[in-house]
Structures are given as structure tokens and as C-alpha cells.
């Protein structure tokens, strides 16, 4: 039963491609809306740590979009940044942010 429970968790271990993503001061340049539901995605000026694809983290629903168009509005960079990337498909999905 041991070695049963080891190899699942080995798996799951291997499996998993989310990798967890802080970055600081972080300009907003592009900022997209993909459908009335709020999704959409952000370029900022600054490298990125990850190989995000074509460099854009998306975002999802309308508190993250009324509070990221704000900041994009008034020119305000994003003091923290945390998204996850996904090793697999270079997918950046936004977790938190701070603005200044």
C-alpha cells in the first residue's frame, strides 16, 4: 500500500507543469478584453522572468479587469506581480497584483 501511495504522489509530482510567479514594478502597455465575461490579457513593458506566449499573462473576471484598467488609465505600474506559468503550454494566468 506504501509503494501504491509513493508512486501516485511521484505522478502527480510529475504531472504538474504550474510553476508559481512573482515579479515586481511592472509597466502595463497592452491591455485586452477577450469576451464580455471579463477575460482578457496584459503585456507590460519589462521582461518577463518566464517565456510566457507572445508575452501576455491573462487575467479573468471583472475585479481584475475594472482594477487592471484602472491602473492602465492612470499610469500606475504594478508594484507586485504573481501569476502561474505553465511549463507546457508557456500559459501565464494571473494571481494577484498589487498596484503602487
Do not use: W
Not at 503585456?43 to 522572468?49: D, G, N
Not at 479573468?60 to 508594484?79: C, D, E, P, R, Y
Amino acid at each position: 500500500m506504501k509503494k501504491l501511495f509513493a508512486s501516485g504522489f511521484v505522478a502527480v509530482l510529475l504531472s504538474s507543469h504550474a510553476l508559481a510567479v512573482g515579479e515586481n514594478n511592472k509597466t502595463i502597455t497592452t491591455f485586452a478584453l477577450n469576451d464580455n465575461a471579463g477575460n482578457g490579457y496584459i503585456r507590460v513593458l519589462e521582461p518577463l522572468t518566464q517565456p510566457c506566449n507572445f508575452g501576455v499573462i491573462s487575467f479573468s473576471g471583472n475585479s481584475q479587469l475594472s482594477v487592471l484598467l484602472a491602473a492602465k488609465m492612470a499610469g500606475k505600474k504594478i508594484a507586485f506581480l504573481n501569476y502561474d506559468f505553465n511549463s507546457a503550454t508557456k500559459e501565464c494566468t494571473l494571481v494577484s497584483f498589487e498596484i503602487e
